[in-house]
């Protein structure tokens, strides 16, 4: 067992996501040794993975080290590890690589994508909540054209040249505009050869509503532009199947395709050891308002694996960046207060709004007393991003990418680095 | 079988290389139905492999893709297929994804990595021909050092932190610099916990000086810059054995390693079904003044692939990209004059000149009539990859990497995207 002497209490933080991140930040001259696991040795800009997706961004730019971030944090220690198993009565976690142990456990492994138990569309349909798997799809749209060229029937043709996105939310929203432009600014340009009236890209969303949870005029004006973009928008929509060939809605619908992209749902990324107690619906874990897990003093779950009851959010709150933001940062606080015998603060989120881009010039913001839409929502959505993007390369880097693509209507990063496996459903592992 | 039905001849180009690229842009405007076959659907710019290796540049930065290159070339047809074989008696290419009919056939495969036969080594050892394997190697560089963080025992921790390069060629040179600089400016800092006295990076070359190709006045410098970079350098020596564990050279002397990087040598990327008679040494194939390959009189060799006896050159041409450059560009134009039934042109090489960097304000240039070294060779060598690289953004994109790299010392691509594993030598299949 790893046991590193010192005499300041052991924190440790499961996941390097913007929770964890922010937690580690927060504490850094405080009297607390902390360690970091990630199965990662990188923080991933979720926001913007389905750019790497379409080929707007390379994977590198939406990538942080994390042994960077932290060069100049004495408290700080990291490791590569995957968590097997946490063992609060002992206080440890077991990992990969060896035990650790804690004071205090702060669980920030945030959340994965939810197939609702649907094993045929968890094996056939493309997740993007990762960087592999934003490469994988990458691939997977780009061969599924190199194969339409070499495909003789008319129906196999159009199965290839059909992508069909699951889930309105932000992601299947932005991920759909995407695919759109991808269509009219580059693959119609990259494959003369084909016909793009074949080419449909589907978004399906299951209430009655894209952008639910944003304001109606967001959501209204979002189909708008997804339209406009030759988007194909089903609302209540239900995706019961999919077999690798035929995507069925409502029970009776259906649509031929070989790319489905899974943007319906996460859930809690869960660690075994845990009391099943605290777990509620979407396999999150309900904690009090200092975000300590019911039924234990010494274990803290923060972001999008957290559900806390607040007056304001008396059903939890959305998994966004911006709780698990709020969140790692007053944790860090009350672990002080804590560790000093202080009362903790109560968590209160402060809402700073939602957007979501669907593609050139086109956008839509919610803030608190102001909705709007269009080009300025669109340099509002950019601008907010590269605030967050972490360190000044990737920003510099993300800018001029999308000023090139701004002037160019052009994605260079199109790019097959692995192959991917339509056997397997995962890249070919021998890279050459 | 296919058949595309065109009045003109048609070229079969294998090999999206700087050769196959240069002929088939010089063949735009030319009576003439291209069709390039590569297994990757980019273009590898292989002078700056190892700066993804050694995390200065994102993969996507040296990548380009070739459709996008002959975008608005419509005698130009592109497939991502593996080429199985070719046969010359009936004129067609077979590959995985069908056979394709040629009145011409152009085999620019370039080079692969020679282990002359050692399988051991070819096992163990870490080659840099292709993105991928510059990403592995990337990853293991990383993953040693996470590894090195876990392991007790000191014997291992010194050989999972020692690299060997064998071969001081330019890319072996300037592999050994980067991972110097790495070392300097980066490692040590993101794994404060370990002791760096104990990282050693061995460069080692079989004959009496590095960088043998250049001027005795570049390989004394191109040493003496290493040598002071920390870089142990041993000429005269020959790595026979490598099983994972300690690289025996000179049949008696050893060194522990966890990271052996082999850029020993190359050989012709050869395919089957052409005649055994012009193959000569290196696995490259000999052809005529005219690129064409003894024996036939319809398939030609280009680049790193073709052997060639020139009056200036009468044992063969370098293997650099200004030979495949001007070999593509000259072949265009005989393929031309060959249809017109005019006389083809003798190639002849104009060398340029060759350089290497070593590292920050290092580098090496032999010019014809002038020889010189450090921080104007450096501004040199990067202007000329600058202007050789592919794409605008591209090069502007590598300009402020190095620019960024160049102030802050720092090197952000060291994301391990895809874990190296060590008992298959190949990259871990499933991608989370």
Redesign the interface.
């Known amino acids: 067992m790893e046991n590193q002497k010192t005499q300041f209490p052991k924190v440790i933080i499961i996941g390097g996501g913007f929770g964890g991140l922010q937690l580690a930040k927060k504490l850094k001259n405080s009297a607390v040794e902390i360690l970091m696991l990630d199965?990662?040795?990188?923080h991933t800009f979720q926001p913007l993975l389905y750019q790497v997706a379409t080929g707007s961004l390379?994977?590198?730019?939406i990538?942080?080290?994390l042994?960077?971030i932290f060069?100049n944090q004495k408290n700080f220690?990291f490791?590569?590890a995957e968590v097997k198993r946490i063992n609060p009565d002992e206080q440890y976690v077991m990992t990969d690589?060896?035990n650790f142990e804690y004071d205090y456990l702060v669980l920030a492994t945030g959340s994965e994508t939810n197939f609702f138990g649907q094993k045929a569309i968890e094996h056939f349909s493309m997740p993007m909540k990762?960087?592999?798997?934003a490469?994988?799809l990458r691939s997977l749209i780009?061969?599924n054209f190199?194969d339409a060229?070499?495909e003789k029937n008319p129906e196999k043709k159009k199965a290839l040249m059909t992508f069909v996105v699951v889930g309105g939310g932000p992601t299947g929203v932005e991920t759909a505009g995407a695919l759109a432009e991808l269509k009219n600014h580059v693959l119609i340009?990259?494959?003369p050869?084909l016909d793009f009236h074949f080419m449909k890209i589907y978004l399906i969303e299951g209430t009655e509503r894209v952008l639910e949870p944003f304001s109606k005029q967001a959501s209204k004006k979002a189909k708008e532009f997804l339209q406009n973009m030759g988007v194909i928008v089903i609302e209540k929509a239900l995706v019961t199947q999919y077999d690798g060939e035929k995507v069925i809605y409502n029970n009776t619908e259906s649509i031929f395709t070989k790319g489905v992209i899974w943007s319906a749902g996460v859930k809690g990324a869960l660690i075994e050891g845990l009391d099943k107690a605290p777990i509620v619906r979407g396999g999150r874990i309900k904690t009090n308002n200092y975000n300590l897990v019911e039924g234990y003093e010494n274990v803290f779950a923060i972001g999008d694996l957290a559900y806390m009851e607040t007056p304001d959010w008396p059903h939890g709150h959305p998994g966004v960046a911006q709780v698990a933001i709020q969140q790692g940062q007053q944790l860090a606080n009350n672990l002080i207060r804590i560790i000093n015998q202080e009362v903790p603060k109560a968590f209160d989120y402060f809402d700073k709004g939602s957007m979501a881009t669907i593609g050139r010039n086109k956008a839509v913001v919610d803030l608190r007393f102001l909705k709007f839409q269009g080009f300025i929502a669109w340099l509002t959505w950019m601008f907010i991003h590269l605030l967050f993007l972490v360190?000044?390369?990737?920003k510099?880097?993300t800018l001029?990418?999308w000023i090139?693509t701004y002037f160019?209507h052009?994605r260079?990063?199109?790019?097959?680095?692995?192959k991917f496996n339509r056997q397997?459903m995962?890249?070919?592992?021998?890279?050459?």
């Open positions: 199965r990662h040795n990188y390379d994977s590198d730019s990538a942080f080290p042994r960077k060069q220690n490791r590569v690589i060896g990762t960087i592999p798997e490469l994988n780009l061969q190199e060229l070499n340009r990259d494959y050869e360190g000044f390369k990737n510099l880097i001029i990418n090139v160019s052009d260079g990063s199109r790019v097959i680095l692995h397997t995962t890249e070919d592992s021998i890279a050459k």
